[in-house]
């Protein structure tokens, strides 16, 4: 039998429909969240094996053309769900001014940007701006935060931070205390 039709509308009619181009499936969320405090779950159970975890940890990416968050492990991609932030800031290098984000990559810290959570008060800031216009926020973990904090000094009618060679202002909202619930 000689079938004279492309490829494209055999694969097509094999998956029940259409031509078109054959490629990656849609994305669609599988139970695995990744929690304001870096926790993970997978529908609803915590993941509690720690090199998974750290696995996970360093293996999300944003995908900027879908805008959602996945996890990359070898050649699987699944589409996580996020409850505040993708990324998290593990250390922050006051010598340089940059962060080391979860994701294993570093860049520098954006001042301006740095806001607090509202779910906690953990401080927040804004990272990957070639994927996302204005960014996406990251999370400070306890030790990065605790050493930007422990660096800002007062002066004036503001708080300032030296980072690297370069002294910058913090944000006015970091100063003024939060409201309490609404």
């Known amino acids: 039998m000689n079938d004279e039709r492309s490829l494209e509308d055999r694969v097509a009619d094999a998956q029940g429909g259409g031509g078109g181009i054959v490629g990656l499936p849609p994305l669609q969320p599988f139970g695995l969240v990744l929690h304001h405090d870096g926790r993970w779950s997978h529908e609803g159970q915590p993941i509690l094996n720690r090199k998974l975890r750290e696995k996970f940890d360093s293996s999300v990416a944003y995908?900027?053309?879908?805008?959602?968050?996945?996890?990359?492990?070898?050649?699987?991609?699944?589409q996580i769900e996020i409850e505040e932030a993708g990324f998290f800031v593990r250390a922050l290098d006051l010598e340089t001014g940059e962060v080391a984000l979860s994701d294993g990559s570093r860049e520098g810290l954006?001042?301006?940007?740095?806001?607090?959570?509202?779910?906690?008060?953990?401080?927040?800031?804004?990272?990957?701006?070639?994927?996302?216009?204005?960014?996406?926020?990251?999370?400070?973990?306890?030790?990065?935060?605790?050493?930007?904090?422990?660096a800002?000094?007062?002066?004036?009618?503001?708080?300032?931070v030296l980072l690297g060679e370069e002294r910058a202002r913090l944000p006015d909202a970091l100063a003024r205390p939060q409201a309490s619930g609404d």
């Open 110 to 150: 954006r001042t301006q940007s740095l806001r607090t959570s509202p779910l906690d008060g953990a401080l927040l800031c804004q990272v990957k701006e070639d994927l996302s216009e204005g960014g996406l926020p990251a999370r400070f973990c306890h030790g990065a935060q605790a050493d930007l904090l422990g």
């Open 63 to 78: 995908l900027p053309e879908e805008a959602k968050y996945v996890v990359r492990v070898g050649r699987f991609r699944g």
């Open 152 to 160: 800002v000094e007062a002066e004036g009618d503001g708080f300032w």
